[in-house]
Every structure is written in C-alpha cells, then in structure tokens.
C-alpha cells in the first residue's frame, strides 16, 4: 500500500483541489450574468446567431463585451485554481511543482490554445453560432488529455464537456446556455465531488 501510494504521488498530480472546480464554475456563472444582464441588457438587445444586432445595439460592442468577459472569467479561474491548489499543497506536504505539474499543464494547455485560436477564427471568420460547441469540445479534450495525470475524475469531466459541446452544435440558439451548464454546472459539481473525496 505504501509503494503504491508512493508510486501514485510521483506520476499523479495530486494537489489539484475541488474548491478550484467550485471557484471556476461560479466564476463561469457569474460570466455568463454579466453577459446577459449588461451586455446583451437581460434580452433586450436582440441578436441573430451570428450575435448581429438586430435593433439599435452595435454588433461589435456586443462581440467585443462578450470576448472581454470570457477572458477575464478565464484569468481569474486560472488564478482561483493556482491559489487553492497551492493551499493544498501546503496543508498535505506536497510539491505544487514537479515534473507531473509540467505534464500536466502541457497535455492541458496545447488543445486549449488551438481551440482558443480555432475559436478567434471562427468569429473572425463570421461564425460565432459555432464558439459556444467549439470552446466545450476543446476545453474537454484538454480535460481528458492532462486527465491521465491527475484524479480519473477529470477524466470524466472533460467526457461531460465534450458531450456538451456536442449538443451544443446541435442547438446553437442555447450557446450561453451551454456554457452555464459546461463551465459552471459541471464544475461545481465535480468540483464538490472531489472536494468530498480527495480534499476533506
């Protein structure tokens, strides 16, 4: 048993937190309001699915409002994961950074940066009904691609995403709706299951 766990402690990242899930998902949520209550003025501002104003609004405003607070809900998970997962760390006696962390953050940060750079695409390209089922997809794949190196549950996670992301091709009049339930539902609750689990 105690080989094992020293086995597990050397090729799993274990100082990711639930409480970083929990964060992210209410940092998503709180996005998505922001979104709907002050850019797009809780619907009144009304917008085809290519997100073109259909009334007095300015259809870049709305992209560009959009744009900005998905970057900044992005920076500020980041950051929220970094912090609790550091907090972890030092109360279990564990390294934050090792060779495991850089595993990680590669097999993690390489399918989010090309589904980063795929979604500017789209939108540059004029079709930003697909972003919402892009960004899900993407940021799944990054889940279950840096999955193998820390809890199986982000495996699932990211499967959850992926699924999502799909449907969202599917309806792509629900995109925020998606991304509530992708980038905050999901994450809270597996961010709350893992906390159970591995943290308390």
């Known amino acids: 048993m105690a080989i094992r766990n ?26 998505v309001a922001i ?22 609004a300015s259809t870049l405003s709305i992209r560009i409002g ?16 970094i912090f609790f997962s550091v907090r972890k ?16 953050i590669t097999h993690l940060f390489i399918p989010l940066i090309a589904g980063g750079l795929f979604s500017l695409i789209l939108i540059y390209q004029n079709n930003i009904h697909l972003v919402a089922s ?3 997809i993407f940021y799944g794949l990054a889940l279950v691609n ?15 995403e992926i699924a999502l992301g799909l449907l ?9 709706l998606f991304w ?4 905050g539902v999901l994450h809270i609750v597996y961010g709350f299951a893992m906390y159970l689990k591995y943290d308390k």
């Open 6 to 31: 020293m086995m597990e402690r050397s090729s799993k990242y274990l100082s990711l937190s639930g409480l970083s899930g929990i964060f992210a998902g209410c940092c998503a949520i709180a996005g």
């Open 89 to 104: 760390a030092k109360r279990k006696k564990l390294q934050f950074w090792n060779k495991t962390t850089k595993q990680l």
């Open 134 to 136: 892009t960004t899900l």
């Open 168 to 176: 969202a091709g599917l309806f792509m009049n629900f995109g925020m």
């Open 35 to 56: 979104a709907y209550f002050f850019i797009l003025d809780a619907g009144s501002i009304e917008y085809d699915e290519y997100m073109r104003s259909l009334g007095n």
């Open 66 to 81: 959009l744009l900005i607070t998905a970057v900044a809900v992005l920076i500020v998970a980041f950051c929220g994961a």
């Open 146 to 160: 840096a999955g193998k190196f820390t809890f199986g549950e982000i495996h699932y996670l990211g499967l959850s």
């Open 180 to 183: 509530t339930l992708g980038f």
